[in-house]
């Protein structure tokens, strides 16, 4: 009687493993045949409202368009058809630096340009929710004139200019603020170790020194109270 022929299994892990290696060969064949890789690490770099949109990777044989929002929808095209990983977005940001927006980065193959629109929906990758108001970082103040008089340390902090426009006219950090943007000067002697601060909401401040005898070498940065973000510190 003949002995009954028994189906063989493969093993589980061998089945595992050829699948993972046929997906990266299909993964690099598409690749190479210039199929559009979705993208990533989309970060927003702003300073006092001057914003760029950055991620990744650099493409090989397919391109980006960015895409952004106001919150309502309606998305609006920048940096159309572009082998570069970043897109500046100043100019709709500051239209209302207060307003939620969305950004997306698109991704095309570029053999196709002209035929786009049949080829159903690109791959899209989704940048965090940015708010300028409350996200932009503040740059390096600027001293624009110190006096010792005395006990006193008269200090002129010059506001940095913007890119936010009102009736045609750049504002400052303090136009665009107000109240909410403040200045913190650090001072000591120049041979003490001692460090001393003071805070402002005024542009001009006068602040009292603990000698007459020496000039002090000081520092200032720029503060909004409500995030506590801080810029660079100016020295003189």
Request: aromatic content about 12%.
């Amino acid at each position: 009687m003949a002995s009954p022929a028994w189906t063989r299994i493969p093993r589980l892990e061998t089945t595992f493993t050829r699948t993972l290696l046929f997906g990266w060969v299909l993964a690099q064949v598409a690749r190479a045949a210039g199929t559009p890789v979705r993208a990533y690490n989309l970060t927003w770099k702003s300073t006092n409202f001057k914003t760029i949109l950055e991620w990744e990777p650099k493409p090989i044989d397919f391109v980006y368009t960015v895409q952004i929002s106001a919150g309502l929808g309606d998305w609006k095209s920048k940096c159309f058809y572009t082998t570069d990983t970043e897109c500046d977005l100043t100019e709709e940001i500051v239209q209302d630096v207060q307003q939620t927006y969305s950004a997306r980065v698109l991704s095309y193959p570029p053999r196709n340009l002209d035929t786009i629109g049949s080829m159903g929906d690109p791959v899209l990758q989704n940048a965090p929710k940015f708010i300028p108001y409350l996200e932009t970082k503040l740059g390096q103040p600027t001293i624009q004139s110190f006096e010792q008089v005395g006990t006193k340390l008269n200090v002129t902090v010059q506001d940095a200019r913007t890119l936010v426009r009102r009736n045609g006219t750049f504002l400052s950090l303090r136009d665009v603020f107000g109240k909410d943007l403040r200045y913190t000067l650090y001072y000591w002697k120049a041979s003490s170790t001692g460090k001393k601060r003071s805070s402002s909401w005024e542009q001009w401040c006068s602040w009292s020194s603990s000698s007459s005898s020496s000039c002090l070498y000081h520092c200032i940065s720029a503060e909004r109270p409500e995030r506590g973000r801080m810029g660079r510190s100016a020295r003189h």
